[in-house]
């Protein structure tokens, strides 16, 4: 990447700037593309459906309502969101097999991590706005993480 998120701070000063609780898990530290957002929490349906779907270089952004008792992500989803091109997750929830999630070319910002899956519902909302953490997403917003941490913009930036 020729960016870092600082920078980028620096030279579009009215991004806004996720309030620091996100952890990176994936084998990608830096990652940007546009969000495809799904809200769900404890339930992982959707995030499956869409990792199997062509991500095109967009990042699958998930409001799990920042509950910590379920892995929204696991190795298993990881490895078809990078088969069909997703740059990566922005995950306000938890992950798991995070020795594996390492290792794969794919960007993870998330919470924590967690060993129990999510029991498959078929519950979930794709392509609505959401918030977190400080910031407030909008279907095609524009997502830049790195070590520093995670920006949005309402577009492309670089």
């Known amino acids: 990447m020729s960016w870092t998120t600082p920078d980028l701070c620096d030279q579009f000063p009215d991004v806004q700037v996720a309030e620091p609780v996100f952890r990176g898990y994936g084998g990608n530290i830096a990652f940007a593309g ?62 798991r097999d995070v020795e594996a999630l390492a290792t794969l070319p794919l960007g993870v910002q998330a919470l924590a991590s967690h060993p129990m899956k999510t029991e498959k519902r078929g519950l979930g909302d794709v392509e609505v706005p959401v918030a977190f953490a400080g910031l407030s997403i909008r279907p095609g917003d524009w997502i830049y993480a790195d070590a520093n941490g995670v920006i949005v913009a309402k577009s492309r930036l670089l």
């Open 34 to 95: 546009q969000a495809v957002t799904v809200k769900c929490v404890d339930d992982n349906s959707r995030v499956r459906e869409l990792a199997a779907t062509p991500g095109e270089g967009r990042v699958i952004v998930v409001d799990g309502g920042g509950s910590l008792r379920r892995a929204l992500l696991g190795d298993q989803i990881a490895a078809n969101a990078v088969k069909h091109g997703w740059s990566g997750f922005l995950i306000f929830g938890c992950v």
